[in-house]
Nanobody, 115 residues
Framework: QVQLVESGGGLVQAGGSLRLSCAAS????????MGWYRQAPGKQRELVAS???????TYTISVKGRFTISRDNAKNTVYLQMNSLKPEDTAVYYC?????????WGQGTQVTVSS
C-alpha cells in the first residue's frame, strides 16, 4: 500500500537535461531495489534504469551513459538524472520496485523532448 509520487517532468529541447524524483510514502528503498520505467504512446512500459539495495545500477542500452539513477533512503526518494535527451525519450516516466514492479503505479511524470 505504498504510494509513489513522481515529479520533475516537463518539456525540454533535444540535448537538454531533466531530473526526475520519486517519493514514497513508506521507508522501502533501503531494502528493495527500485527502478524507473517509461511508457511512450503506443508502446509497452519498459524498465530503463534500476538500483539495488546494494547500490548496484543497471540501464537499458538506449539510455546508458546519458541517464543516472540514484536514491536517498533517508528521504524515501529515488532520482533519475537525464542528460543529452532525445525525442525518443519522450514518454511518461514511472518508478516502482525492480525488476518486478509489485507496487501500484503512480500517475507518472510526462517527459517531452522536442527536436
Amino acid at each position: 500500500q505504498v504510494q509513489l509520487v513522481e515529479s520533475g517532468g516537463g518539456l525540454v529541447q533535444a540535448g537538454g537535461s531533466l531530473r526526475l524524483s520519486c517519493a514514497a510514502s513508506g521507508s522501502i528503498f533501503s531494502i528493495n531495489a527500485m527502478g524507473w520505467y517509461r511508457q511512450a504512446p503506443g508502446k509497452q512500459r519498459e524498465l530503463v534504469a534500476s538500483i539495488t539495495s546494494g547500490d548496484s545500477t543497471t540501464y537499458t542500452i538506449s539510455v546508458k551513459g546519458r541517464f543516472t539513477i540514484s536514491r536517498d533512503n533517508a528521504k524515501n526518494t529515488v532520482y533519475l538524472q537525464m542528460n543529452s535527451l532525445k525525442p525518443e525519450d519522450t514518454a511518461v516516466y514511472y518508478c516502482n520496485l525492480a525488476p518486478r514492479a509489485f507496487l501500484s503505479w503512480g500517475q507518472g511524470t510526462q517527459v517531452t523532448v522536442s527536436s
